[in-house]
């Protein structure tokens, strides 16, 4: 993400805030049942209930109120964003949970966590949402000690928004595969996208 492309993203999620408020709209989702699924699928990636997690592009910081009331509560959560007015409602909403104003690729993070996830981070086209996406599936990996989970929208649809960007499973899983031997990609659920899974041990292995 360029400087310009950040401060227009903080630009539209501020507009949206405006517009929507605190919402899953804001964050750019239909309604809260299809957050709510999203974040099913990314709490998958591994039990992380007492583990430490990191939600990269956190927003409002849901994923954390999900994860409690599924009784999954992480020894510690962080969440970063690139949207400070998502950020002050997340910091009211949980208040003593750490929030950073961050961009984990061109402000790396030293310390690492167990899980490392991200939830339409990628989704909005940017100059080069490839390389965009590969450098962030790079940097949560090397945050990540046991695994990662992220979701991207599928070019396996049928319509299309010209200010989205859609990729192609196949060829990001194979990017993955450079990065892990340990990849999954789930493209089950009933959503015009995908998550992909990558693990430092092999599935069966202590996670």
């Given at each position: 993400m360029t400087p310009q492309e950040r401060t227009e993203t903080v630009k539209r999620y501020a507009d949206r805030q405006?517009?929507?408020?605190?919402?899953?709209?804001?964050?750019?989702w239909r309604d809260a049942a299809q957050?709510?699924?999203?974040?099913?699928v990314l709490a998958?990636?591994?039990?992380?209930?007492?583990?430490?997690?990191?939600d990269v592009g956190c927003g409002f910081g849901d994923f954390y109120g999900y994860?409690?009331?599924?009784?999954?509560?992480?020894?510690?959560?962080?969440?970063?964003?690139?949207?400070?007015?998502?950020?002050?409602?997340?910091r009211e909403r949980h208040p003593g949970i750490r929030f950073e104003e961050r961009d984990i690729v061109t402000q790396p993070m030293a310390e690492q966590f167990d899980y490392v996830v991200e939830s339409g981070v990628l989704n909005h086209r940017l100059q080069d949402n490839e390389q965009a996406a590969r450098a962030m599936l790079e940097a949560m990996y090397r945050l990540s000690r046991r695994g990662?989970?992220?979701?991207?929208?599928?070019?396996q649809v049928d319509y299309t928004e010209p200010h989205l960007y859609y990729y192609?499973?196949?060829?990001?899983?194979?990017?993955?595969?450079?990065?892990?031997?340990?990849?999954?990609?789930?493209?089950?659920?009933p959503l015009y996208e995908f998550t992909i899974y990558l693990y430092r041990q092999p599935l069966g292995g202590a996670q």
């Amino acid at each position: 993400m360029t400087p310009q492309e950040r401060t227009e993203t903080v630009k539209r999620y501020a507009d949206r805030q405006a517009r929507w408020g605190a919402t899953a709209q804001t964050l750019g989702w239909r309604d809260a049942a299809q957050q709510a699924l999203r974040f099913a699928v990314l709490a998958e990636v591994g039990d992380l209930s007492g583990r430490s997690v990191l939600d990269v592009g956190c927003g409002f910081g849901d994923f954390y109120g999900y994860l409690l009331a599924q009784g999954r509560r992480p020894s510690l959560y962080v969440g970063v964003d690139v949207a400070p007015s998502l950020l002050q409602v997340a910091r009211e909403r949980h208040p003593g949970i750490r929030f950073e104003e961050r961009d984990i690729v061109t402000q790396p993070m030293a310390e690492q966590f167990d899980y490392v996830v991200e939830s339409g981070v990628l989704n909005h086209r940017l100059q080069d949402n490839e390389q965009a996406a590969r450098a962030m599936l790079e940097a949560m990996y090397r945050l990540s000690r046991r695994g990662m989970a992220a979701n991207l929208m599928s070019f396996q649809v049928d319509y299309t928004e010209p200010h989205l960007y859609y990729y192609d499973p196949e060829a990001t899983m194979r990017y993955c595969r450079t990065l892990s031997r340990f990849v999954t990609l789930r493209h089950d659920y009933p959503l015009y996208e995908f998550t992909i899974y990558l693990y430092r041990q092999p599935l069966g292995g202590a996670q």
